[in-house]
DNA sequence: GCTTGACCTAAAGTTACCTTGAGGTTGCAC
DNA sequence: GTGCAACCTCAAGGTAACTTTAGGTCAAGC
């Protein structure tokens, strides 16, 4: 652990492209912890880099940072995370985006279907809800996307 | 327009699955606007069940409220839209689903290439960032899903 | 050794999107 | 005509995810 290879958190601002103050709110999150130096200044490992992206990406898959944080438990603290470590990681975020996709794919579909037949205006709509049967006490459209 | 198609706010919560609250609240931003009883009460088109559903779609795809209310401006006001103004609206939904779509299947793809070249841990990575150049103030991984 | 930019903490502010609360009014059923 | 659920407004509160501000400290170059 050369001492060349901690960053200060604005060279990891730099690298990142997030703003200081963000990556100190994430330290209080608990989604990264640097080390201090002497005089309590932080340190970051270079494989943090990674770990912030991580977020960035997470983010971008609507995941809070409360769930980030899940993911990110099992990784190691304090040393760089090892392959299989990230390898684990990467499967279950590909899992996020399956079923993001298929959930696209599905209201797409129904989207379709309602410009073909106009439903969004008629009737019955499988995105809107048959028949109106949400006046009987259902649930509703909003629930058309879960 | 007979008198009872047109819904008070609790009516139009139940059919929705909104809470009256968040109704008001639209209101206030202008996604919406009821009629008035004499006595102050909003009073709903049945027309207006569809233009909440709309709102709670769009939101799902992720647009804001007033990225919402601009697509929903082109719709007539004080009146059931016609099969054409939703068509219009749907279509142009379809092209957000699109995008979005096309976006997470790009990503998908870098992270399966990380995962078996275990590039999230290592050197070089597409979602990640080739050879570190954001540490030569290039614009960083933050901007991978851009 | 001193200046200056990068760093520190703690608290308050910001935006989006609502909910909750207080205090009052309406309208329908009996 | 009276009771009471459902409605009204306006203001404040709540959460997520940050940024900004204020007031100070650190450390590297000259």
Not at 69 to 93: A, F, Y
Not at 111 to 121: A, H, W
Not at 124 to 142: E, M, V
């Amino acid at each position: 652990m050369d001492k060349n290879d901690l960053l200060p958190i604005g060279e990891l601002a730099r690298r990142t492209g997030l703003a200081v103050s963000a990556i100190r709110f994430y330290e209080d999150k608990g989604l990264i912890s640097p080390f201090r130096t002497m005089g309590n200044q932080r340190r970051f490992l270079r494989s943090d880099i990674r770990r912030l992206s991580f977020i960035l990406i997470a983010q971008r898959l609507g995941l809070g940072l409360a769930e980030i944080e899940v993911e990110l438990s099992t990784l190691p603290q304090g040393r760089t995370p090892s392959l299989s470590d990230w390898q684990r990681i990467s499967r279950s975020m590909r899992g996020q985006i399956d079923k993001k996709i298929a959930l696209l794919t599905l209201t797409r579909r129904k989207l379709d279907e309602c410009i073909g037949c106009g439903c969004l205006s008629l009737q019955r709509c499988q995105l809107y809800n048959r028949d109106d049967r949400a006046g009987n006490g259902g649930p509703g459209p909003r629930f058309v996307l879960d």
